[in-house]
């Protein structure tokens, strides 16, 4: 009778524990709807396991139980590899304890899954976005100082960027421009970034800067979370008497703590978790579209899993898999990150009530960036299945094909769409507190919206075509303050350029571009980053030559 209710009790301790320390990590309530339904299910999987059990015995026990802590360590760790030989060793370690176990300690499992799982409940969660501030290192405000708002949209294209084959009158293109141009910007309609990454845009961006080395503004190899050296726009802000406010995703920290944690710019920063499902809990979606979210957030974390999607993927998507008429493998982004950035977004805003003269206010806001879940009025597509991240899975290396891309193409541009609403509430805040006339305002991309065929690669440089690069590096930028005319702008200009002279040197480009040819660089693995011509674009068709 104790082995009847100890075996299935530790089947189900050990497999909710990994889904409890993930909901705890998110801050997500465990009391909900979902979260119930959720436990409800994995319930359920202990009663099909414990029936397999009893019908085939200790194989089956020792089995399910290796498999199950074997996830354990796949989702709380990055130690194991799908086919590989760690996760030979790892299950078979855990086969080998669990079948000693069942003939010698057969309470031992549920014993210790108990202890684990109470543990994690009475531990803090993760708690909600960092927020801190140096209130010694601030400097007093000066109100000669022009307040000045810096937002960097990710993944934003430019105006005449956007293809011509998914805005065929132009009506998406001449929002966006008239948007900026009835605020009084300047819009450079061809603007581009060099980089087709975050980690290499936004840091030469803010340095004035267009170096082909990899992460040379980063202390080592990037990684996720990394803080930005101390880059020369900041500087600048501060030097001229700035007190400078950060809105940060945890991708890129751009605050550097100075010593005894004093920051050296005197700022007030906050940084959202933009891989959290918490803003999930209260999302406008449906119990069911929350628990798809929950599982398919939770499964991307394992490797196994993700491992095996990846093989099914690559079959569907074959010959084979077509003649057996197997579903189509790309099943959408499972990623909260809109949620989070539409967030962050609305807090900022709010935040922006202490907004004043000498006062700088910065933002890099994870939109319009995948995946793709926002209607034109900010409405949530209900199944997570339709959250579309910018490529397909199923295609490696490729990105998409004609049929992806038409696909993802309409739902990035309602995103895009989305975000000029939440842009047009920052900009009123600030015409609602009088600085409007004599702001500064820097709106910009960080690169295109990758909504290529191929990725930009150095070893793709054969596929790549002309329509992928400016899917990938044309950009937004506009800028209104002082000294800078407003006016539509076709020069074909690189952002760190704009930045430079716009906002470091307060002047406006002159009329005669970039030069020389425009070039852009591509990633080739850890090595210096290879320079490529940038075709000529115009109202969303390439006009130069392939490159």
Known sequence: MGRQLHEPAAIFLVAVLPLLVFLRHHDYPLVAAETLLLFGLVLAFTLVCQVVVRCLGTPAYVAIMAFLATVVVDVQTEW?????????????????????????????????????????????????????????????????????????????????????EFDPDGRYAA?????????????????????????????????????????PFLDGTFHRGMRLRRNAWFDLLHDRGYRIHVLES????????????????GDTHTTYASLKIRPLAGAPLSVSGKLQFILGTYFGLSRILTG???????LAGSSLGEALHLPPADLGGFRPGTMAAIEAVDEFTAQLAAAGPGQAFFAHIMLPHSPYGLAADCGYEESPRRWYLDHDRSLRPRYNTDATRALRYPLYLAQMECLLTRLEAIFGVVKAKGLWDEAVIIVHGDHGSRLSHWQPRYENRE????????????TLFAMKGPGVVPGYYRQLLPVDRLLAEMARDGRMPDASGDGGRPTVFLQDGDRPLVELPLPEFAFGRVVGATP
């Open 80 to 164: 194991v590899r799908f086919v590989d030989l760690r996760l030979v060793v790892c299950f078979g370690a855990f086969a080998v304890m669990f079948r000693f176990l069942r003939r010698s300690a057969p309470q031992v499992p549920a014993l210790v899954g108990a202890l684990m799982v109470l543990a994690t409940l009475v531990s803090p969660g993760a708690g909600r976005d960092n927020q801190d501030s140096s209130p010694a290192a601030q400097p007093t405000d000066d109100a000669r100082l022009p307040f000045v708002l810096h937002l960097i949209l990710d993944a934003h294209i430019g105006v005449e960027g956007i293809p011509a």
């Open 175 to 215: 929002r966006l421009r008239d948007f900026y141009l009835e605020n009084s910007f300047a819009v450079y309609g061809r603007a581009y970034s060099r980089y087709a990454r975050t980690r290499w845009s936004v840091p030469n961006a803010l340095r004035f800067s267009a170096s082909p080395e990899p992460d």
């Open 250 to 265: 945890d991708y890129l920290r751009y605050s550097e703590p100075g010593v005894a944690g004093v920051n050296p710019y």
């Open 308 to 314: 095996v999607g990846a093989g099914y993927a690559g």
């Open 463 to 474: 596929q790549l075509t002309a329509a992928d690069l400016v899917d990938c590096y044309s």
